[in-house]
């Protein structure tokens, strides 16, 4: 998922199990503050992130799901 700040900065963030986070990678944990206030957008959605540093306001530019989650096969 990539979000957009007023000031035109652009964050991509991949939302993985508690298990599979790695921060260097922009992998955020489903149980994240982060990824809460994101589950769920669609592109063009303005959410609040509440982060450690302060809220700020984004807006979903993309959202990509990995095919492996998207509950097809078996």
Do not use: F
Request: net charge neutral; glycine share 10%.
């Amino acid at each position: 998922m990539t979000v957009e700040e007023a000031a035109g900065r652009r964050t991509s963030y991949e939302i993985v199990g508690p298990d599979e986070v790695e921060p260097a990678r922009r992998q955020i944990s489903v149980a994240s503050p982060v990824a809460r206030a994101l589950l769920g957008k669609r592109a063009g959605d303005v959410v609040v992130l509440r982060r450690p540093r302060g809220d700020i306001e984004v807006t979903v530019v993309s959202v990509t799901v990995a095919l492996g989650d998207v509950g097809l096969g078996a």
